[in-house]
């Protein structure tokens, strides 16, 4: 009997707001809501792979419209199983608009839906087919750390974590002052002593000058790591910062491109790689981030969509942390499992996200 090959042979695209489950602040902006552009692709053989990805509030009509008009028609008749072929083509379609935001959250939108129909013709979850490293991951906390929280409940949400055996927390950093940001790092690292990892996000929003005064006062807090400190396209200020402290400088949330990637691990100028499966165009070339990372000996932690993530840094052997900022349990039947303060990835073949596909449909803009 032939064996039809399992050509696409439907592609759709649609948008859906979340509002955010918590107050979310950084030096340079506030979460309102999370734009999530959903693409949904079916195969001859019945199967149906939905993949996605996100905005933090504006841009998801744009990447939309970039799908409905360019990306999902020459989607139909292709062969869902040959992804490297088909994302190859996407982009090099849109390459006057490449390397850029717009493009690369699209075609993660594709990329992910196709890694969900490779896994699910697979009968194997994405953590194993995408390597198999292992099934559990180190998860910290970024939800008990905004920036407009106060010293005393950013304490108390360190604390929380501790106690439920999560091995860290991220705090963001960025006030106007040097001593208001060390007095609420100390306060936090003197209530849950040195065993527990602290990392601090500046959200790119410091000179080269400012950042390096600020690192020096934050080493004696013993931090993991010091991310996005100046603005992501400034790869020679990042190399002159790692360079002049001890504490890990981490990239890599946006950056948009394999090749951006390259030029920061290459130049010294990422100590930890946050690479993001949204924000880079997918699970491929995520991968190839992750493997490019490993070559230079650093560890990835990747940025949000920890419904992802767990299975993509559960997968490869430098995944060291999954982020954990819940943001998908309104459209979602389940939560990603957590225990003894590791995600574990799921067993589910596909992506395995258990969606709710009423709920999705009722939160469609128009």
Same mark, same amino acid.
């Given at each position: 009997?032939?064996?039809?090959?399992?050509?696409?042979?439907?592609?759709?695209?649609?948008?859906?707001?979340?509002?955010?489950?918590?107050?979310?602040?950084?030096?340079?902006?506030?979460?309102?809501?999370?734009?999530?552009?959903?693409?949904?692709?079916?195969?001859?053989?019945?199967?149906? *792979?939905?993949?996605?990805?996100?905005?933090?509030?504006? *841009?998801?009509?744009?990447?939309?419209?970039?799908?409905?008009?360019?990306?999902?028609?020459?989607?139909?008749?292709?062969?869902?199983?040959?992804?490297?072929?088909?994302?190859?083509?996407?982009?090099?379609?849109?390459?006057?608009?490449?390397? *850029?935001?717009?493009?690369?959250?699209?075609?993660?939108?594709?990329?992910?839906?196709?890694?969900?129909?490779?896994?699910?013709?697979?009968?194997?979850?994405?953590?194993?087919?995408?390597?198999?490293?292992?099934?559990?991951?180190?998860?910290?906390?970024?939800?008990?750390?905004?920036?407009?929280?106060?010293?005393?409940?950013?304490?108390?949400?360190?604390?929380?974590?501790?106690?439920?055996?999560?091995?860290?927390?991220?705090?963001?950093?960025?006030?106007?002052?040097?001593?208001?940001?060390?007095?609420?790092?100390?306060?936090?690292?003197?209530?849950?002593?040195?065993?527990?990892?602290?990392?601090?996000?500046?959200?790119?929003?410091?000179?080269?000058?400012?950042?390096?005064?600020?690192?020096?006062?934050?080493?004696?807090?013993?931090?993991?790591?010091?991310?996005?400190?100046?603005?992501?396209?400034?790869?020679? *200020?990042?190399?002159?910062?790692?360079?002049?402290?001890?504490?890990?400088?981490?990239?890599?949330?946006?950056?948009?491109?394999?090749?951006?990637?390259?030029?920061?691990?290459?130049?010294?100028?990422?100590?930890?790689?946050?690479?993001?499966?949204?924000?880079?165009?997918?699970?491929?070339?995520?991968?190839?981030?992750?493997?490019?990372?490993?070559?230079?000996?650093?560890?990835?932690?990747?940025?949000?969509?920890?419904?992802?993530?767990?299975?993509?840094?559960?997968?490869?052997?430098?995944?060291?942390?999954?982020?954990?900022?819940?943001?998908?349990?309104?459209?979602?039947?389940?939560?990603?499992?957590?225990?003894?303060?590791?995600?574990?990835?799921?067993?589910?073949?596909?992506?395995?996200?258990?969606?709710?596909?009423?709920?999705?449909?009722?939160?469609?803009?128009?």
């Amino acid at each position: 009997m032939t064996v039809l090959p399992p050509k696409i042979t439907r592609a759709e695209a649609w948008l859906v707001d979340l509002e955010v489950e918590t107050v979310r602040t950084d030096a340079v902006q506030a979460f309102l809501k999370q734009e999530t552009i959903f693409v949904s692709l079916e195969t001859v053989d019945g199967l149906t *792979g939905l993949g996605y990805s996100y905005t933090i509030g504006t *841009g998801g009509t744009a990447v939309l419209a970039l799908l409905r008009d360019h990306l999902l028609p020459r989607l139909v008749g292709a062969d869902a199983r040959n992804v490297e072929a088909v994302w190859s083509d996407l982009f090099w379609s849109t390459h006057a608009t490449t390397v *850029g935001a717009i493009t690369s959250l699209a075609l993660a939108a594709v990329d992910t839906a196709l890694w969900d129909l490779r896994c699910l013709r697979a009968d194997e979850p994405l953590w194993r087919l995408a390597g198999g490293y292992r099934q559990r991951v180190p998860l910290y906390d970024t939800e008990g750390g905004w920036l407009h929280l106060t010293t005393d409940q950013l304490v108390e949400g360190a604390q929380a974590s501790q106690r439920a055996g999560w091995p860290g927390v991220k705090l963001k950093v960025g006030k106007p002052r040097v001593h208001e940001d060390l007095e609420r790092l100390q306060a936090v690292r003197d209530a849950v002593g040195p065993e527990l990892d602290i990392m601090v996000d500046a959200n790119q929003s410091m000179t080269y000058p400012e950042a390096r005064r600020r690192a020096a006062a934050f080493e004696a807090v013993d931090l993991s790591w010091f991310e996005e400190p100046l603005p992501a396209d400034d790869v020679t *200020g990042h190399v002159r910062l790692s360079s002049s402290t001890s504490i890990p400088i981490a990239v890599g949330e946006s950056l948009y491109s394999v090749s951006q990637f390259r030029e920061y691990v290459a130049a010294g100028g990422a100590g930890i790689v946050q690479v993001d499966v949204a924000r880079v165009g997918g699970i491929t070339p995520w991968l190839k981030v992750a493997h490019l990372a490993e070559t230079f000996n650093l560890e990835v932690c990747p940025h949000f969509l920890m419904e992802l993530h767990v299975s993509l840094t559960a997968a490869v052997p430098n995944g060291r942390y999954v982020e954990h900022i819940p943001q998908l349990r309104a459209i979602t039947r389940s939560e990603m499992s957590v225990v003894d303060g590791h995600a574990v990835a799921p067993d589910a073949p596909g992506l395995g996200i258990e969606w709710d596909r009423d709920a999705i449909d009722d939160r469609r803009v128009a």
